[in-house]
């Protein structure tokens, strides 16, 4: 059974860090890309960032780029999304997502999400003062 978990949300403060982990479990991540999402209350889910099995190649939103980072262990099964400089509007529900090989789903955003079978249950991040 393919499975997803993430952890890592919580409060923090405009300029503060958190580091986001996603777990794979039943596949490991030498095959699958990994992407994340986000939803905020009211809006669509979007993507984030992306990071390819095939090639290693890594994709960022514009609003997020120079901030967050992604990264894998694939000796723990484990994606990171290291976020810096967190403000307001990154506020959201965090999801992290499966796919083969590469960031196919991602990079056809927003119909690409309909694509993506395996998901984590999210891990909310609020960012106020």
């Known amino acids: 059974q393919l499975q997803l978990v993430e952890s890592g949300g919580g409060l923090v403060q405009p300029g503060g860090s958190l580091r986001l982990s996603c777990v794979a479990s039943?596949?490991?991540?030498?095959?699958?890309?990994i992407g994340w999402y986000r939803q905020a209350p009211g809006k669509e889910r979007e993507g984030v960032s992306c990071k390819s099995a095939s090639d290693g190649s890594t994709y960022y939103a514009s609003p997020v780029k120079g901030r967050f980072t992604i990264s894998r262990d694939i000796a723990k099964n484990t994606v990171y999304l290291q976020m810096n400089n967190l403000q307001p509007s990154d506020t959201a529900v965090y999801y992290c997502?499966?796919?083969?090989?590469?960031?196919?789903?991602?990079?056809?955003?927003?119909?690409?999400?309909?694509?993506?079978?395996?998901w984590g249950q999210g891990t909310l991040v609020t960012v106020s003062s």
């Open positions: 039943g596949f490991t991540l030498n095959y699958y890309a």
């Open positions: 997502a499966a796919e083969s090989g590469s960031c196919r789903s991602y990079l056809r955003l927003p119909e690409g999400l309909r694509s993506l079978e395996v």
